[in-house]
């Protein structure tokens, strides 16, 4: 979770009170909880105080997408399901305990494996803002691949890998649990990071922007080698397995093997290349993210910050990867 002038997330935890949440897990970067405090602060400060099921993992930066998914799912490897929800949404009166049945009888029968929401309007493009897994599935799925940086294409990756294990996994659309996603009255789906957080501070927002812009293009240029896709024909994309190699399908792995596998991508002549020699984008001068060439070294990046309700950094807990 970035910054969050909004609350938002306060607006989502407070809309679960119709149904008793088990754990309502909340992850931050560090710098989020040390001065200067902001609103991510207020946030943690308030749900410490007020909510007694609240669990807070701290990442050493701002966690990528797939890395917060990874960190929700890991957080507690025994319960027999989880749900992940996009900090700008919120569940519809009675939803809750709704998704809450039916994820019990697919802990039991198996019937269910990833179960996505219905929305108060269509969300073609942001379906898995909020979906809920099973234990059983998460454990044949694997972890969320982390090269997908910060965000964007996480969610194709995961319905590419749905469909190329054997068996496929069993994904269903549940009718009768609504969510809203964006502000009260909003009925056309906006990716939250497309908002700007900061009207006041348009040169943040600028290179925010940029940054976003970039981070699409070489996901969308990673994805479409991962999987043999041409263009943005998602369901024709060519291989069964990762680059395809001799790989599980869940294989995914942020290191200089998996930069070998993708043969990597380079910064040169103020561009970005792949390993084609295609140039991805242009990098605009001044970029503060050129030093980051499509992978990282796998890192442990987030934690359980001691126990529920209370955040202090150590050296022991949970570890993303």
């Given at each position: 979770m970035g910054r969050d002038p909004q609350l938002l997330v306060l607006r989502l935890y407070y809309s679960t009170?119709?149904?008793?949440?088990?754990?309502?897990?909340?992850?931050?970067?560090?710098?989020?909880?040390?001065?200067?405090?902001?609103?991510?602060?207020?946030?943690?400060?308030?749900?410490?105080?007020?909510?007694?099921?609240?669990?807070?993992?701290?990442?050493?930066?701002?966690?990528?997408?797939?890395?917060?998914?990874?960190?929700?799912?890991?957080?507690?490897?025994?319960?027999?399901?989880?749900?992940?929800?996009?900090?700008?949404?919120?569940?519809?009166?009675?939803?809750?305990?709704?998704?809450?049945?039916?994820?019990?009888?697919?802990?039991?029968?198996?019937s269910i494996e990833v179960a996505l929401m219905n929305w108060t309007y269509s969300m073609t493009d942001g379906l898995y803002n909020a979906f809920g897994i099973t234990k059983s599935g998460l454990g044949r799925f694997g972890l969320f691949d982390e090269n997908i940086y910060p965000a964007y294409f996480e969610d194709g990756d995961f319905k590419l890998r749905q469909s190329r294990m054997q068996p496929p996994m069993r994904v269903q659309v549940l009718h009768d649990v609504i969510m809203h996603h964006g502000k009260k009255h909003e009925q056309r789906y906006v990716s939250g990071v497309q908002l700007p957080n900061d009207p006041n501070n348009e040169q943040q927002e600028h290179r925010m922007r940029s940054f976003v812009d970039q981070r699409w293009k070489i996901n969308g240029a990673y994805l479409r080698r991962k999987w043999g896709c041409q263009g943005d024909n998602w369901l024709g994309c060519q291989y069964q397995t990762p680059f395809n190699k001799s790989l599980p399908v869940w294989?995914?792995?942020?290191?200089?093997?998996?930069?070998?596998?993708?043969?990597?991508?380079n910064a040169r002549d103020g561009k970005m290349y792949d390993g084609?020699?295609?140039?991805?984008?242009?990098?605009?001068?001044?970029?503060?993210?050129?030093?980051?060439?499509?992978?990282?070294?796998?890192?442990?990046?987030?934690?359980?910050?001691?126990?529920?309700?209370?955040?202090?950094?150590?050296?022991?807990?949970?570890?993303?990867v």
């Open positions: 009170v119709d149904y008793p949440v088990k754990y309502f897990v909340v992850v931050v970067p560090e710098r989020a909880l040390t001065p200067p405090h902001g609103a991510i602060w207020y946030e943690v400060q308030h749900l410490k105080e007020y909510a007694d099921n609240v669990v807070i993992v701290t990442c050493a930066r701002t966690p990528t997408v797939a890395e917060g998914w990874n960190a929700v799912f890991q957080a507690f490897p025994e319960e027999a399901w989880g749900v992940y929800c996009a900090r700008d949404t919120v569940w519809m009166p009675g939803s809750l305990q709704k998704l809450a049945g039916h994820m019990w009888d697919a802990s039991r029968d198996n294989y995914w792995y942020t290191s200089k093997q998996q930069r070998a596998l993708d043969r990597g991508l084609d020699g295609v140039a991805v984008y242009d990098i605009p001068p001044g970029d503060n993210y050129i030093g980051w060439v499509g992978y990282k070294e796998s890192t442990n990046v987030c934690r359980i910050a001691g126990p529920v309700g209370i955040v202090a950094r150590n050296e022991s807990g949970l570890w993303c």
